[in-house]
Structure formats: C-alpha cells, structure tokens
Nanobody
C-alpha cells in the first residue's frame, strides 16, 4: 500500500506565496514521477507541474515563472513553491505519485493525495 499526505494549502492575498508538500510512504520500491494537479469548480483537473526521478520538470504555461516544483528523494517528498499567486490559481491541489511497489509482484502504482485547498483572494 502507498499513501500520500498533502499539506500547505490555505488562504493568501494576490501576489502572496504558499508552499505545498506531499509525502509518500508505504510499499515503495521506486518513484518515477511526482506531480501536482489542480481542479477548480466546474473545470477539469489539470497538470500544474511534475518532476521525474532524473530531475526533469514540466510546467503548465499558466504557472511558468511563478511556481517551482522540487523533490527530496530521501524523504519521498515533493514540493510546490507558489509565488505571485493570482485569483485564477484558486483550486483544490492534488499530489500524484507514480512508481513501483516494493512487494510482490512489484506492480506499478499511481496514487493521489487527499487534496489541499488553495484560495487566493483579497
């Protein structure tokens, strides 16, 4: 079993910053990619950013230059530093982790965190 725990959401003013964290635990042999997705009411869930085991990053055009994704391999944790936040960033943010389980038959896994709310408002 693999579990993800998210933290760091909250209410901030436009132009403010937040840092989201997602820690993975359980029967993990390796992690291939970690990412952050978000979903606003009435909209589809969209990729915000992800990072591979090799450190390659990918960002949605709407957050380039404002958000930074990073990871701590020793802690199986991924972070999303969000700067210059805008009201349009308001959404539920979900962590996603893909990798390989450490127990037989060593299946790949794709797990989602519980979600954390980010609200950007004056």
């Amino acid at each position: 079993q693999v579990q993800l725990v998210e933290s760091g959401g909250g209410l901030v003013q436009p132009g403010g910053s937040l840092r989201l964290s997602c820690a993975a635990s359980g029967s993990i042999l390796s992690i291939n990619v970690m990412g952050w997705y978000r979903q606003a009411p009435g909209k589809q869930r969209e990729l915000v950013a992800d990072i591979t085991s090799g450190g390659s990053t990918n960002y949605a055009d709407s957050v380039k230059g404002r958000f930074t994704i990073s990871r701590d391999n020793a802690k199986n944790t991924v972070y999303l530093q969000m700067n210059s936040l805008e009201p349009e960033d308001t959404a539920d943010y979900y962590c996603n982790v893909r990798g390989t389980m450490s127990t037989y038959p060593f299946r790949p896994f794709d797990r989602w965190g519980q979600g954390t709310q980010v609200t950007v408002s004056s």
